[in-house]
């Protein structure tokens, strides 16, 4: 049974939904992926949004950017956490995804993540999966001692090759 | 029968509202004022949205402030204009709302006016409506004479007590 | 008989006013365009507002970029609906051009689009003019329907090939 | 046994902090708050945020403003899911707040709120307990009916009475 | 015979302008101030930019605030310098009326100054008229004078009082 | 005897002084053009600014980026009028110039152009010579009427061709 | 013998310069305070800027508003470490003295601190002082432990009287 | 013994690192540089941080892009100076990173510089050090005068071959 949603409004958003998506699989953590706008087909997105809690999810990723009104529609219907990405932009450089997305109403709430934060929506959602899955959490803190060996071991290579030669 | 449906998604957003409301019955223009919220009560949303052309609404001027989804999600069901306002906000002083209305995807305009524009949003509905209505145009440049009419009387009183009793 | 005009002020903004016009052929609508400079010929740019009503005109769609006083000044002087289009600018991403656009005072005001929202400027017309169209109205509906299918096909191509292969 | 630790740099951010943990206590749920400078006095906040998944801390809610570190330096130590509020600041509207907050680099996200969104992080940390705890969700669902409630009465005075008399 | 034209687009503008005024009052400047609407009067506009070289302008100081076009469709017509003065705005903070005037295309330049800088806008076109009046410009060096002895009698008071008492 | 200087702070801006100085090649207004760092060689540069009088300078064209002093500066010695360019930039765009030109303090005016506005600072020069300067107005009466035709051909052509060959 | 310069371009900026004054006089820093204007009296600058060296100066600093110059001028004259307060302003909030004071070229550094940050650049002149001074060292240190014990106390006081009534 | 540490939180930030590393080489200045994360490796940052000052450091230079966490954390550890550079963003141009740089509260300044303003960094530190070391401040002098001389050739290069073919 999946427990993640993950829905994007555009296929061009892809490349940084699949962050997300490669991320829940690394630990471990079923998902479904979704296309679908909020604003070309709100009939077959209410539909979504309303079934996602029978189907089982917990979480909803939403990505979008511009206007980005899918994440916080997501939010208006799902009663659990949505997780929202803004996505970057051309023009504004995601500013107007962000606000979008960030700014919700009192009552409303969207967990935002930063600009093309694809990963870390990914993170945030097995996070909130964790506070009720001991293995799933187990999982997380070997990724955080990963990411920790990662900068130890480019440390230790400056260390050895100095500066110039890094 | 009403031609124009203003909707906002709060009450604190009623003093710019007003101001649509106000011009458009100066214009003579017949108008139904809603309070919905796309955020808070989604169904009664979408049944406002999809029903709003057959109770003969031609324009909709939606008012919303910060992560700002109701003139866009009525632009992705109501077929014909939509007209939005970007509401003013303390922190971002409405670029949060005016970014959130205006920059939509391709596909689904939002005709948005300035942020706080609720003079100019029940103006463009007039004229919106004006382009099939020629008393409704003569009335609208009847409209902007006076505009004109007002601030040459301000010249002519600078130009009377000078600009250090003005 | 056109029935809206699209003008821009340089002729490096065609990109972008050429989707407008492309959507308005799509859709049936006739238009004519012209390039016009309110700043470089501000006589012959005076004498095309002017003209612009008597020419049939319901609607001008005007693009302009950095300052950009085109679309203010149309709707100066033309009585109906004027559509902004704000340019993307290198420097500052559009943001010049859409304060330039959306932020006009009361009394004057112009129905503005998404930075290089060329495709939203046509569809925006046409459903002013489908306000009193039923058979424009029609067709933007079967646009409408044309571009939910296009959605509905990534999602399916989606589930059939999972998103890796995608 | 606490649930969720509340913690703010400042006891200026209290006024916000406490919509937080108003609404937690309206739902039940159980919190602990704690000022605390992650600038001020960083081994007790090390010592804080090492110490809160033993004490029972599910979700940290963490509010800041201006070069916002609090949230970020506790989703760098506490495993579970962090959420952060950027406070509203005279120079730069929270913007400041906002960006040191939701821009978190890969692999350690926080869950951002809106500028000064005190009473959304108190819900989305509920939303995060509730999905593991079905009546916390049954009384969030309630918490939503409710706010659908406010607004339909809105709009219910408005028909009765008019937009010039509400 | 007037030298320089001082036009605002609003009399809210008045405050601001009137330093201009003043200045050029000091200076010995002759100046003719007027209220025009380039958007509410284009007509009037016109007639006024068109006839501002055979009355003797050399320079125009034209102040707008939001999508600020006087300052630039007065440089579209009228041959000399034009200085532009942003007017400060609530929701902006008056960036739109700073990108409005001096962002303008390549051609058609206005000698912008910073936002609500009337007392600047004074100077600077007396400092345009100085480059043919040497008088003028010793006077402009004696007002420059002036504004240095200001600052060198409070670094006196502060060595005399000590900051506590300043 | 030059009539304009052209001052920068790097040779890094030379794309864009350039520009300013062909304009006024073009219209017969004579020049010197100096690197010259206020920051690098403030000595140098204090000996510049203040024998700018003595050398003839009637106005002074200075290019900045980022933290743009050199034309503030300029302004602060040289009495006439001095018009900044700035300098685009990678990371702000253009905004930490502009900001760091246009928004100088009460009694210190500098005429601010767009973003790499050389051309028009070019323009702007001959424009203040050109208030006492008969001929050199004509010429700049000719150049605008340059602009005019240059318009008007593209016009044509696009009549001609339409737009989808233009 | 001064060790710290304090020089600030208007007595406007005291409210802010005068918390500088504060920490260093607790921390037992020598300090001279002057109002010079750059723009202003540029002579008298040049004079202080070159003369500050002899006087026995380490650090200066320096706050200004707007197109604040005055860190950077002293930056440029000055070999010593220069410390810039970007000043709060009406319009732009102090992004405009945040910009002209932090985004210099390379080669003069401005040790820039917050927006209105007088305090913080006191201490940062202290912590400069302290490289070559243990007993201030040791001063910083107990200010910091103090800070801490702010903290500490605020914090108990929550836990005794609860966040209801404090 | 090690004066300066050069610290980033990532390899990426290194063409900016390298840059201050190289001016302090030039300068004569011993520095220690290290790769380290303040959110991955909070404990191994704590123990870097915290043994700082008896490593021999006096001034620590940190570099962060994004929500730039490091610097301020280092400031809150390392009682002597910190030199925080802004690391440029693609989404947002590092204002984000500048933001929460240089927005520290009260009592916890960093000295911040330009947005990549790597060689500024490492030249404020020599400064610092040069207020208790003369030979330093000598050949920090020499190399002012070398910038001096660089600007100087340049612009005896443009008179020279005059600026068609510079």
Redesign the interface.
Known sequence: MAKVGIVM???SD?PI??KA?DVLEQLGVEFE??????????D?F?EYAKSAEEKGF??IIAGA?????LP??C???F???V?GIPM?????????S????????????????????G???G??AA??????DPEL?AR??AY?ED??N???K??AR?KEVG??N?
Do not use: C, W
Request: hydrophobic share 45%.
């Open positions: 409004g555009s296929d892809m939904m699949k998506a992926m979704t296309i679908i706008s909020a604003h070309r087909e709100p077959v209410f917990k979480v950017g511009m206007a980005a009104h916080g529609m939010a208006a219907i009663p659990m956490p997780i970057h932009t051309t023009s504004l450089g995601g500013r107007d962000l606000y979008s997305i960030v700014q919700m109403p009192s009552g409303i709430p969207v967990a935002t993540v930063a600009i093309n934060g990963v870390n929506a993170l945030l996070k909130i999966l964790a506070t009720s959490l997380l803190k955080s990411l920790k990662q900068v130890e480019k440390d400056l500066y110039k890094y």
